[in-house]
């Protein structure tokens, strides 16, 4: 049996526990060192309605940030998922107004549009051996200028007939949010457990030794840009949802803040490391800060650059984590 499929030892295992362990509690103490600072500077902050609004808006985030986990740990990138998003929501919207189809069979296109991106996306960036950040580029900008044809580049009202995963349940909590929680503790489960999540893991890490040891990467990574492209649509569909409309121009920048809540929970931009939970509590930091600084007045300007420097930060401190894990 080669190296590259050697279960780990026991110390070894032991010792990613406790790192992961060491990042879980780090992540936690930063979450709530959040919370307590804007409580203290904002007296309405520390409410019920604040973290009901603070989980309603995630879920379309969380549920990017899970596929994108998985890309950066294949050491890849999707910039187009912002844009997905905004060309899923503008079919399904399109499907119920001029088409005539019912919600279910429009989500199901959505959904379709969302995966079918991804797979064009992975399959060209496979085919050609092309870095994905430049395919992913070249395809945000098709998928945005489809969303403009299909709407009309015109936003389109929907109405109630798609407010379904917007509904609030106990407490207020969206259906959304039950979902993206749902898809969370999924993602982690096939992260961690099952051999599409460990070959994911193995391609990240050493490549050249996955092909060595059997295992073929080019369906992997096509099969981890495909997933990223349904959980796109279907953040699309939570965010027309929400908004009981589909405007073209949604999504807009949020691949960016993607990226930065994956960044922020750990996962390398290297590739080879990363976990969909501490991605779920990066997704919290990201909502809690924009929150918390707009409660407290915070400008536009002062929100991006306060946002900015945290994911610098956070790479800092990956950077640093890897070069003390190599010394190790």
Do not use: H
């Not at 299909?150 to 959304?176: H, N």
């Amino acid at each position: 049996m080669s190296a590259a499929t050697n279960p780990p030892s026991a110390p070894t295992a032991r010792a990613g526990l406790n790192a992961q362990l060491g990042t879980y509690l780090g992540l936690a103490v930063v979450l709530l060192g959040m919370v307590a600072l804007f409580s203290s500077l904002s007296e309405y902050f520390f409410t019920a309605d604040t973290f009901v609004a603070i989980v309603n808006e995630i879920p379309a985030l969380a549920v990017m940030a899970v596929g994108m986990t998985f890309v950066l740990i294949i050491a890849g990138i999707d910039l187009s998922v912002g844009s997905v998003l905004a060309l899923s929501a503008a079919l399904s919207a399109m499907a119920v107004l001029q088409w005539g189809w019912t919600p279910l069979a429009a989500a199901l296109l959505g959904l379709a549009a969302g995966a079918l991106c991804g797979l064009v996306l992975g399959s060209v960036s496979v085919a050609w051996r092309l870095p994905s950040f430049i395919v992913s580029l070249g395809m945000l900008e098709v998928v945005r200028g489809s969303a403009y044809l299909v709407t009309g580049s015109r936003t389109q009202y929907v109405g109630e007939r798609i407010a379904g995963l917007a509904a609030p349940l106990l407490g207020g909590v969206s259906v959304a949010f039950l979902i993206a929680v749902l898809l969370v503790v999924v993602g982690q489960l096939v992260l961690t457990r099952t051999v599409f999540g460990r070959s994911v893991v193995g391609i990240g890490t050493n490549e050249e030794a996955m092909r060595l040891a059997g295992v073929d990467p080019r369906p992997v990574r096509i099969a981890v840009f495909t997933l990223t492209g349904l959980l796109a649509g279907l953040a699309g569909l939570m965010q027309a949802a929400r908004m009981e409309a589909a405007d073209p121009n949604a999504g807009q920048g949020m691949e960016l803040r993607v990226i930065a809540a994956v960044v922020i929970g750990g996962t390398s931009l290297m590739g080879g490391r990363g976990s969909v939970v501490n991605t779920f509590i990066g997704v919290l930091i990201i909502a809690v800060l924009e929150a918390g600084l707009a409660q407290v007045g915070a400008s536009e300007p002062s929100k991006r650059i306060i946002t900015g420097c945290v994911i610098v930060v956070a790479v800092i401190v990956d950077t640093l984590r890897q070069r003390r894990a190599a010394r190790g």
